[in-house]
């Protein structure tokens, strides 16, 4: 009776052990990702987007400064004081400020310089947001391919193991000939190189998932969804629509135009002299209180500015071309993003409405005419290889339409998931 007790709570003890250590490993373990999770965590850790929303940041602060006139100077002065007797009580002493006034209309222009900038680091901003998301969106496709890959992989190796094993066994007996055994073998062991091939793969689109997310702890992470197999056409059409409204490249290349225009009209400023006005008040030993008016203005006899002048010309030359090119790039890229969308878009209708409901029914009779003797190891090899190759090239074409898809709605600026937090709030309660 004592050894049964001793052998209970002995029991009971490693029962707790396994369960603490269960509750710790689920404790640690990260939680499944979705698309929406993936892109709203990268929105919020990516390291290039979180440099972008500091360039902003600068560019505030620069937008400030411009809009800063420059301080004035304290100027203290002493004047006619006798070289034999040091004495401030006989000499003109001045205490005054003096302060640069720029030409009417330079300052205006500087303020719109500045403020001309922040529209077109957020537009990079943007444009850097929906590219990571359009990368994230590519990514997570890939992983959820590998997956389904490695599945279908898995299924041919334990057909082609068992196929083996059969073939084996009939050539032990004598029913077959020992030919059909090794092409059963070499079935076999290709088919755990597929597997190991594609193992390879999922483990490297989960560390550029992690790596474009910003969090390399989560290359372990579970995923969860499946690659959409039906895009709406119409999807497609609004967002073309979208590509010259909203696009943050064009923005940025427009609000870019802008500036060097501005730019111009500030450097045919330049050569106007600033006014340095002064202001001075103070005691002489002859006439007592004085008070002093300071006005200078810098001469432009040689520095007209004239470098300044053709570069910023120059310059708005450059933005305007660059305005036109991106324009041009855009439509290029729409363009070949569109064919290759619709390309694989038919290629998954056919797979999905032709070739693999035909591949199915292939391996099915295959299997039932094997069963019955009707076909042999060869065949059903054969029948078998063609299925799991339908299978993983329809896979492949589900992640090229999903990949154009994506790449579509980042060229239409498409807004990426707002506000980013992590975890979200179902996994927080979980």
């Not at 850790?45 to 400030?64: D, I, M, Q, S």
């Not at 900038?117 to 957020?122: L, M, N």
Request: overall charge neutral.
């Amino acid at each position: 009776m004592k050894t049964k007790t001793i052998f209970n709570n002995h029991s009971l003890l490693a029962a707790a052990a396994l369960l603490a250590g269960a509750m710790c490993a689920r404790a640690e373990s990260p939680p499944t990702l979705t698309l929406n999770d993936a892109v709203r965590l990268a929105l919020a850790h990516n390291p290039a987007l979180l440099a972008a929303r500091h360039r902003v940041e600068a560019e505030k602060g620069r937008a400030t400064q411009a809009q800063l006139w420059s301080n004035p100077e304290l100027e203290l002065s002493a004047e006619d004081m006798p070289t034999r007797r040091m004495g401030f009580s006989d000499s003109k002493n001045l205490v005054g400020i003096s302060q640069t006034v720029p030409f009417p209309g330079k300052k205006f222009l500087d303020r719109q310089i500045g403020r001309m900038g922040v529209p077109a680091t957020e537009s990079d901003l943007r444009a850097g947001a929906a590219e990571l998301a359009r990368a994230v969106k590519t990514a997570f496709y890939r992983v959820l391919a590998a997956e389904r890959r490695r599945d279908i992989t898995a299924q041919l190796v334990q057909l082609a193991e068992w196929l083996a094993d059969t073939a084996r066994r009939r050539v032990e007996a004598g029913a077959t000939a020992a030919q059909e055994q090794l092409r059963a073998e070499i079935e076999a062991e290709r088919a755990k190189t597929e597997f190991a091939a594609v193992g390879a793969e999922a483990v490297e689109a989960r560390q550029t998932l992690a790596a474009l997310i910003g969090k390399p702890e989560l290359r372990d992470a579970p995923v969860a969804g499946a690659l959409p197999e039906i895009v709406m056409p119409e999807s497609v059409a609004r967002t073309r629509e979208q590509l010259w409204r909203t696009h943050p490249r064009l923005a940025s290349a427009t609000a870019a135009r802008d500036r060097a225009e501005l730019q111009l009209r500030r450097a045919k400023l330049e050569p106007w002299p600033d006014m340095k006005v002064g202001f001075a008040g103070g005691h002489e030993a002859d006439a007592g209180g004085v008070v002093e008016f300071r006005v200078s203005v810098p001469l432009p006899l040689w520095d007209r500015s004239q470098g300044k002048t053709r570069e910023a010309r120059a310059n708005a030359a450059i933005a305007e071309a660059d305005l036109t090119a991106t324009e041009h790039e855009l439509l290029k890229e729409w363009n070949a993003t569109e064919a290759r969308f619709r390309a694989a878009a038919d290629q998954v209708t056919a797979y999905r409405d032709r070739i693999l409901p035909k591949a199915e029914e292939a391996l099915r009779l295959v299997r039932s005419g094997f069963e019955r003797g009707k076909f042999g190891f060869i065949d059903l090899l054969d029948t078998q290889r063609t299925t799991a190759e339908v299978r993983l090239a329809y896979q492949q074409k589900l992640v090229e339409m999903n990949s154009a898809q994506a790449e579509l709605e980042a060229l239409a600026g498409a807004t990426p998931i707002t506000n980013p937090t992590w975890p979200p709030a179902k996994t927080q309660q979980q």
